[in-house]
């Protein structure tokens, strides 16, 4: 690895050691970055194929391409289309998810509340920003998406506030909305920014990433051969619970409720489900980020793989469809 490689890789020897042994293995590394785990997949003899929807990775891919050469293969797209972008079934499939360093560093990608730039934070570079969505949603979804997203519970009083400020003005710029946000809720006691949880949940909003999330779970399902591993690295508990609910949902019998209870006993699409892990304290001291990075995983089986659906798994308002 580089001396200063741009993104730090996250509980890596946690997601090596699930995957073990790697040599001759197809792994699908759904979440590229900077490339940390795909390295390192690829140092330990696997081939990868590598999914980012950010085109800006494409530099740190062009790297690997050249020193693995056909072992490497990196595509450009969403995680939650592996169905149609990966051809074969694959042994492993790794999630890394969340937001890469080069994505909170550079201000002009508007994730940050600690760095003015445009209020952006699409990590594919297109679609709806977050000042489309802070300048066109209403009270009350402004105020659902920042409650459900990001836990906020002074949401109503922010929601409130972005619409009575954009009465005069639209709001473009990171440090402005920040700012919107300290003055109505005030500095936060525990010291982390008051606009913390307001910026996780446009985040969410802005790149659907509990709808990408649930779509790339049940799509992993399908692609995976038999005695294949599923590892999900997340940051925060509204997606560690999805990943956690997946997996149990799919034990025999778990599928049925109080008022539809299972007719047919299913066999479970995964075994050996492992307990969560944590990053030890000394990589904690090295990369405060992964602080709250939690990693699961399991096996494949051989029961078929079961149908997309959003049921159960503890998706934030996917009641009302809004993801
Ligand atoms: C935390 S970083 C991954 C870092 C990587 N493991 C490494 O070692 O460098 C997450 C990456 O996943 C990408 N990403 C997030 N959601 C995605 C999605 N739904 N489809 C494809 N890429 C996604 C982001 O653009 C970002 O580059």
Redesign the pocket.
Known sequence: MSPNPP?I??L?NEVLAALFPLENKIIV??????????RAMLENGASVIA????PN?EQYANKLKDEFGDRFTFLS????DIDSLVDENVDAIVL?????S??LDEASRGFSFMRDGPLDMR?SASGRSAADLINSLNERELSDILFAFGEEKRARRIAKAVIDARKTQSITTTLELANIIEETIGKNPKGNHPATKSFQALRIAV?E?FN?LVK?LFFAEKKLRLGGVLAIVSFHSLEDRIVKRFFASSKAGSQGSRHMPVAVEQIASWSNIAKPKKALIEEVEKNPRSRSATLRFATRTDAPARELNFQNLGVPLSKRGAL
């Open positions: 993104h890789p996250v890596l590394d759904g979440t590229f970055g900077a490339g940390g785990y795909s999914i980012d929807r950010d990775v797209g969403n995680f939650s890394d998810i969340g937001v890469s080069m994505q990590m790149n990433e990408e790339a």
